[in-house]
């Protein structure tokens, strides 16, 4: 009896199902030559230890010269060949995720940026009137923070609907993973936090001598 482990490598994102082993000198081969075929060695080491190929073709050669060896991979080796194709879609969906994060704070620094235009005449008047250069960059920043509450309030939502649309399709993995979530959220947030800083020093640097004159 062995505790639960994936042998077999096809249908990786279904449960394992129920396996035996069978010792190979029990193993009648002249019955079921397939399904009992050789397949895996698993040498298991010391930690620390080295061992070299060599000194496996040559222990494998002292018991049987005439079996024939394939290749000789780690444990690490034999793991990466099997999560190529979903190792290859997660850094896609990465690339694609960072994407999408600059073209939303340039989406937003766009935006921000044309509302400070807008404001130009009112900016002026009140830093003519008294108010300093972080009272504007703290008015500009206030209405950049209401569209950052503003998306986060409509993406969680549908974040957790497409978690649940998604349980399906993620085996082994919780839809639902606060950390993750948490992080997600930061940094979105951060990232339009500092997309929404340019366009409000850029108008607290507004002289209300030239705004008064143009008007």
Same mark, same amino acid.
Not at 63 to 86: C, H, N, S, W, Y
Not at 117 to 125: L, P, T, Y
């Given at each position: ?6 042998? /077999? ?8 199902? @129920? ?5 190979? #000198? ?26 070299? @190929?060599?000194?496996?073709?040559? #222990? ?52 921000? /940026? ?47 609907? #497409? ?20 992080? @997600? ?31």
């Amino acid at each position: 009896m062995a505790k639960d482990a994936r042998y /077999a490598t096809n249908n990786i994102d279904q449960p394992a199902g @129920a396996i035996f082993f069978l010792p190979e #000198a029990q193993a009648d081969y002249t019955k079921s030559a397939g399904a009992l075929f050789l397949h895996d060695i698993v040498i298991s080491t010391r930690p620390g230890f080295k061992l070299s @190929a060599a000194d496996v073709r040559w #222990a494998i050669a002292s018991v049987d010269p005439g079996l024939p060896i394939v290749a000789i991979q780690t444990l690490r080796e034999k793991v990466d060949l099997q999560f190529t194709q979903q190792r290859l879609t997660a850094r896609l969906t990465s690339f694609f995720g960072v994407l999408s994060l600059l073209l939303t704070s340039v989406g937003l620094y766009g935006v921000i /940026a044309y509302n400070a235009s807008r404001r130009v005449s009112e900016v002026g008047v009140r830093i003519a009137l008294g108010a300093t250069r972080g009272d504007v960059v703290r008015l500009v920043l206030r209405g950049a923070i209401g569209l950052i509450v503003a998306g986060l309030s409509i993406g969680l939502p549908l974040t957790l609907a #497409a978690g649940r649309l998604l349980e399906n399709q993620l085996y082994g993995i919780k839809p639902y993973n606060a950390a993750v979530t948490i992080t @997600a959220v930061a940094v979105l947030g951060l990232s339009a936090l500092v997309a929404s800083v340019i366009p409000a020093i850029r108008a607290s640097l507004i002289s209300p001598m030239e705004v008064l004159r143009a008007e």
